[in-house]
């Protein structure tokens, strides 16, 4: 393996933890980061790039985007749900009035993000 394969190796463990992150942390997006993981290995590990598109967490995030077949219904209402009852549990937490306001706008903007992306129809 050449060192460029174990640099885009690396840089793909990398991004696709911070995606695996951003399955439970609402405002840390999970899409683009398992894309990136997956064009990394890609070109430097096709074993890692193979079983990445056939994971059960990852793989429906990048045949969506390659097929541009949108968000299922279900995902967008499920990662609706979860994104608010995280900000809110976060607010509860924290009680800072500035913190729920940003917590408040991320939550709007995140939700218009999911709403307005293309739905998939099953």
């Known amino acids: 393996m050449t060192f460029k394969q174990q640099c885009l190796k ?13 399955i439970v942390v ?3 997006p999970t899409t683009p980061f398992v894309i990136l993981a997956a064009a990394c290995f890609s070109l430097s590990s096709p074993e890692i790039a193979a079983w990445l598109e ?4 990852f793989g429906p995030y990048i045949e969506h985007y390659r097929n541009k077949t949108g968000v ?3 995902q967008k209402i499920t ?5 608010w009852v995280m900000l809110c549990i976060s607010m509860i937490i924290v009680q800072k009035s500035f ?3 940003i917590l408040c706008v991320v939550g709007v903007l995140v939700t218009l993000h999911l709403v307005l ?5 099953n």
């Open 54 to 57: 056939k994971n059960r967490y």
């Open 10 to 22: 690396l840089a793909g463990i990398i991004l696709l933890v911070i995606g695996a992150v951003g």
């Open 26 to 28: 609402p405002v840390l």
């Open 72 to 74: 299922p219904l279900r």
């Open 99 to 101: 913190v729920i306001v």
């Open 79 to 83: 990662a609706l749900i979860f994104l």
């Open 117 to 121: 992306m293309k739905t998939r129809q």
